[in-house]
């Protein structure tokens, strides 16, 4: 052998999908429908409903009902919590 060498291994940790990271991807999908709608063959942005552009009904309703939605759902699962190891704020006492 040519010397002690020993291996040393650096193990990260894996990431988990965390509620927020979830609700982050969701709005940001959001975000690529109205870019979808914009690009879409045969003008779908301009297919009107109650004398609307569907890419206006996307845009000022659904878009911002899904957005509030997803972030309700993400705080509700716990998507604010603290790290365990975080350092915690000293009590009053």
Known sequence: ???????????LDVSQATPAKTAITVMFSLLAGVVFLTVAPFEI????LAGVSLLWWYGAVALPVLAVTATVAALARGGARRPADAPRSPSPE
């Open 1 to 11: 052998m040519r010397g002690s060498r020993t291996r040393v291994a650096i193990f």
């Open 45 to 48: 942005a301009t297919i009107r």
